[in-house]
T-cell receptor, first 111, second 113 residues
């Protein structure tokens, strides 16, 4: 079983709609959760961090965390073509410094 | 501007040659990391360092070596012992306190033929 799992996609989303990305993790002791956006050929860019159960909003992005279900999600509201990218979920577990990454979900926003 | 630089952006080498990838940061971060990314896969940790003159193996350290002589610098050497060295190499850094968010450099794309 992979430690961090994401649907690979591609997730096709009409422009203006909500994109919903999911991530599950296996280490119940995980403390910190991150979403990175990676454009093709570029390096990952940190877009959201979440540490407590519940929702965290930043602009058009909302991260949701449910530690009991070992589940973290990212919502992108009013999706734009510039949101087309691969979104990586990363989890910081008990072992310091060792972020575990999912394989990423490719999002394609269609005009 | 604070940030992480990696050089070169593209690197081509013949099989059997060692190659060193550069990573420099001016974010005053204590911790630095090297990851490898292969097409369609997530990032895998090669080595990380929490402090100068100390570093630990990550999940796929075989065939790689690092040094941390300065806080700002964490070069990675890909040795001839690495069986499949062609990949996208990413350097990151973070603080060692608080939430430890990792920030990435632009990456080096290594091709070995």
């Amino acid at each position: 079983q992979k430690e961090v799992e994401q649907n690979s996609g591609p997730l096709s989303v009409p422009e203006g709609a909500i994109a919903s990305l999911n991530c599950t993790y296996s280490d119940r002791g995980s403390q910190s959760f991150f979403w990175y956006r990676q454009y093709s050929g570029k390096s990952p860019e940190l877009i959201m961090s979440i540490y407590s159960n519940g929702d965290k909003e930043d602009g058009r992005f909302t991260a949701q965390l449910n530690k009991a279900s070992q589940y973290v999600s990212l919502l992108i509201r009013d999706s734009q073509p510039s949101d087309s990218a691969t979104y990586l979920c990363a989890v910081n577990g008990v072992s310091w410094g060792k972020l575990q990454f999912g394989a990423g979900t490719q999002v394609v926003v269609t005009p | 501007d604070g940030g992480i630089t990696q050089s070169p952006k593209y690197l081509f080498r013949k099989e059997g040659q060692n190659v060193t990838l550069s990573c420099e940061q001016n974010l005053n971060h204590d911790a630095m990391y090297w990851y490898r990314q292969d097409p369609g896969q997530g990032l895998r940790l090669i080595y990380y360092s929490q402090i100068v003159n100390d570093f630990q193996k990550g999940d796929i350290a075989e065939g790689y070596s690092v040094s941390r002589e300065k806080k700002e610098s964490f070069p990675l050497t890909v040795t001839s012992a690495q069986k499949n060295p062609t990949a996208f190499y990413l350097c990151a850094s973070s603080s060692t306190g608080g939430v430890r968010e990792q920030y990435f450099g632009p990456g080096t794309r290594l091709t070995v033929t």
